[in-house]
């Protein structure tokens, strides 16, 4: 009796080299954990396929995106104060991204027209930088930046308090950037995006907000948005299983009132809370590694 082997699969054998281009064989690298990946699945979990888990190689040439992104993002910091526009953010962005020799994502990506997003106040996310919107005291701000370095991907956004902020704005501002830490900490191989989810939604509505539930993060690196997409709404022990080799963003949306938003049909990209009051947001870049997580962009 014969049989076929399928054209269509590589049949590793023992001294094959890892898929992960590690260097090591197969047999001494990924099998153990396409065994775990496989126990899992049969068992109904969501396992991140390979295409997601990044090679040695992605994860430098990521890094090296992300360098920019963090770089990008201090030059802000330097720079933003009361009186700019948000268009002068824009400007900021875009120069400094191309001066280090990147790209800003964010540029046509599906039709968006700025290098950067700004939200202020009651815009949750991606709002569009404007001449006419002046940066005032007492307001808080997003700056949202994405890079794109030789084909690899980095994102991250951090928040900005112009002049005197109120108690009430300032302490959303912090209770959005601690709740990524707090995230954080259930960040490690064989925990579950679910895990991290709860986390960060018990200890956002603990202080008495809210986390937006239609929007999240995103899985990035060979590609802006890439698989899985990541919700702070979820439940403990659900949702896609960590793996080494993952790399995706946390940034939770935290409203101060009520969770429910809107997009505005004008622009067809700025997103508003319902209630008018102020949302938060803090996003950072993380790989999931051997024994925890490496934070990539902040
Ligand atoms: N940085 C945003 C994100 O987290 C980018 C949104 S797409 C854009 O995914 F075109 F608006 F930039
Ligand atoms: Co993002």
Redesign the pocket.
């Known amino acids: 009796m014969g049989f076929k082997v399928n054209p269509n699969i590589k049949v590793v054998t023992r001294n094959d080299l890892c898929f992960c281009g590690s260097g090591k064989i197969y047999n001494e690298c990924h099998k153990h954990i396409d065994k775990r990946l496989l126990e899992y699945r049969r068992r109904g979990y969501l396992v991140p396929g390979r295409k997601i888990l990044k090679s040695k190689t992605d994860i430098e040439g990521i890094k090296e995106s992300a360098k920019i992104n963090i770089s990008v993002l201090d030059y802000v910091a330097d720079n933003i104060r009361e009186g700019m526009s948000t268009e002068d953010i824009n400007r900021l962005v875009h120069e400094k991204t191309l001066e280090m020799g990147g790209i800003p994502a964010p540029l046509n990506y599906e039709g968006f027209p700025k290098s950067v997003c700004t939200s202020v106040n009651a815009q949750v996310c991606h709002g569009i930088p404007s001449k006419t919107c002046i940066l005032k005291e007492g307001d808080i701000i997003n700056v949202?930046c994405?890079t794109i370095y030789n084909g690899y991907f980095s994102?991250s956004?951090r928040m900005f308090c112009i002049g005197n902020v109120s108690d009430e704005n300032r302490r959303l501002v912090e209770v959005a950037k601690k709740a990524v830490y707090v995230g954080l900490e259930q960040v490690k191989p064989w925990n579950f995006l679910g895990d991290m989810g709860q986390a960060i939604n018990d200890f956002v509505k603990s202080n008495g907000y809210s986390v937006v539930e239609e929007i999240g993060?995103?899985g990035?690196g060979l590609a802006f948005?890439e698989e899985p997409f990541v919700s702070y709404v979820t439940k403990k022990g659900t949702d896609m299983l960590m793996v080494p080799g993952m790399i995706f963003?946390i940034?939770p949306m935290v409203n101060m009132g009520r969770a429910n938003v809107f997009m505005d049909d004008n622009n067809g990209w700025t997103v508003y809370t319902e209630d008018k009051l102020p949302s938060a947001q803090w996003?950072l870049q993380v790989l999931v590694t051997e024994d925890g997580h490496e934070i990539i962009s902040y």
Do not use: A, N, V, Y
């Open positions: 949202d994405s994102d956004s993060g995103h990035i948005h963003t940034e996003e």
